[in-house]
């Protein structure tokens, strides 16, 4: 077994079963890439501050490139025995060029060294999964464009409601989409210091050029106190927050699909290469990418707890309970990148029933409403327009019809304010087209939301 680095002050060796127990590599190897690059950072301004020599500085930086390529060539494999990525990575240098190896930790701790890891790690995933989230909003709008005409039902209590379109239905998730969109932005924006410097708690007596550091790593500024710069892991929260919403609206919307692709409703009808069958009913075709989406949202959530019951009793500053935040956040991580491209390309190949999208939203007194507005405009209060409507409805309901269906003496029996311009009044395009206020559904105002985007 390896020597540890910080082995001065004990006689015994680590047990192997402590050993195994501790190590972190198993998962923080992935952040080898952001390691070195802060390593490659830290020691330069090592240099800068006179603090070791540039012929050190140098002879680090190309030992840690060497290093990085041999790991992405797979000419160098992670050590077992190697306590985290950290520390590999410093043994690994060091009996690449000797001494000056040694002195690359001058004046950083592992705590802020994985905190830096952590933080940059983050950002550069945050970045690949706003790639993907636009690439699913960019699909979804597109989409939007080609059905401005495409009525359906809206629902409340998942009962027929009013009329709309398929367009406007879809500009829901639109919106939805890009607050979660702005929010992984935010949390990505406050990952984005840089906390090295901050040594185990309390700093350094080097005359270390923290900001430097930070621009040269793209970071936008550094912590302001030592003792939050190891102890937060408020950005790996507040980023687990946001996939967590976003995964919520993409359950929702997935609960829909699998709702509206089913032969009770016949709306979707999802494309093969996206659907899976049955084992034994030859007939079944499967919405699994819908419903693992849906399954995976409580994974997420399940993250997102974890890290707040990971640190919620922790005294200031670093406890090695802070190890486990590093698999969770991953864990988001990896689950939303795994879950955006077969979802968008699911939403990209399906196809749109609209006949039966029409259908329902005539069959369902979707109309009911615009025809109490109609005997509002006629100078009757909304109140009694309102029952004077119910009773159409229920009238329909027990003559088997609907309102557009019925002759001018049927809707007299119930005022004799009806005329024959009722019917225009109440038709889908009208009780669409009419909707003009801003977010409403009338084609010509989801077409400017949709020109906006």
């Not at 409580?298 to 922790?314: E, W």
């Amino acid at each position: 077994m390896a020597k540890k680095m910080w082995s001065g002050r004990f006689e015994k060796a680590t047990d192997k079963t402590v050993n195994d127990y501790n190590s972190s590599l198993p998962f923080d190897s992935r952040m080898y890439a952001q390691d070195i690059e802060g390593s490659v950072a830290h020691s330069a301004m090592l240099a800068r501050q006179g603090i070791i020599s540039q012929e050190d500085a140098d002879a680090i930086r190309e030992g840690l490139l060497s290093i990085k390529a041999d790991i992405e060539s797979g000419k160098l494999t992670f050590d077992s025995d190697a306590e985290d990525i950290h520390m590999f990575i410093e043994e690994e240098l060091t009996n690449r060029i000797g001494d000056a190896g040694k002195r690359l930790h001058t004046g950083r701790s592992r705590n802020d060294q994985v905190a830096l890891d952590q933080r940059l790690y983050l950002v550069d995933e945050a970045l690949d999964v706003i790639e993907l989230l636009d690439e699913l909003i960019e699909t979804i709008t597109d989409m939007a464009k080609e059905h401005l005409t495409t009525y359906m039902p809206g629902y409340t209590h998942l009962q027929r409601a009013q009329p709309i379109t398929y367009a406007h239905y879809l500009t829901a998730y639109i919106e939805m989409f890009k607050r979660d969109r702005d929010r992984i932005e935010a949390a990505a924006s406050r990952a984005n210091i840089s906390p090295l410097g901050s040594g185990a708690l309390a700093g350094t007596t080097y005359p270390l050029d923290r900001e430097s550091v930070a621009d040269e790593l793209g970071m936008a500024g550094v912590t302001q106190c030592s003792l939050d710069g190891v102890a937060d892991r408020d950005f790996a929260i507040e980023f687990a927050s946001a996939v967590s919403i976003l995964m919520m609206h993409l359950s929702r919307m997935s609960e829909e699909i699998i709702l509206y692709a089913s032969q009770e409703f016949k709306f979707y009808e999802l494309d093969d290469a996206y659907s899976t069958g049955s084992s034994m009913m030859p007939q079944k075709k499967n919405p699994d990418v819908a419903e693992l989406t849906r399954g995976k949202t409580g994974r997420v959530y399940g993250d997102l707890i974890s890290l707040l019951v990971i640190m919620k009793g922790l005294p200031l500053t670093y406890n090695k309970d802070m190890q486990e935040v590093q698999e969770s956040l991953f864990d988001v991580i990896d689950t939303i990148k795994g879950v955006l491209p077969p979802f968008t390309g699911m939403m990209k190949t399906m196809t749109i029933r609209k006949d039966n999208m029409e259908a329902a939203a005539l069959g369902g007194f979707t109309n009911a409403t615009d025809l109490a507005d109609y005997l509002v405009r006629k100078g009757i209060p909304f109140r009694e327009t309102h029952a004077i409507s119910g009773k159409l409805v229920h009238y329909c309901i027990e003559n088997n019809t609907t309102l557009e269906k019925l002759s001018i003496e049927q809707f007299k029996q119930f005022s004799d304010l009806i005329e024959e311009d009722v019917y225009d009044a109440i038709s889908l395009e009208t009780c669409v087209n009419k909707r003009t206020l801003t977010g409403g559904p009338a084609p010509d105002t989801v077409k400017r939301y949709l020109d906006n985007q």
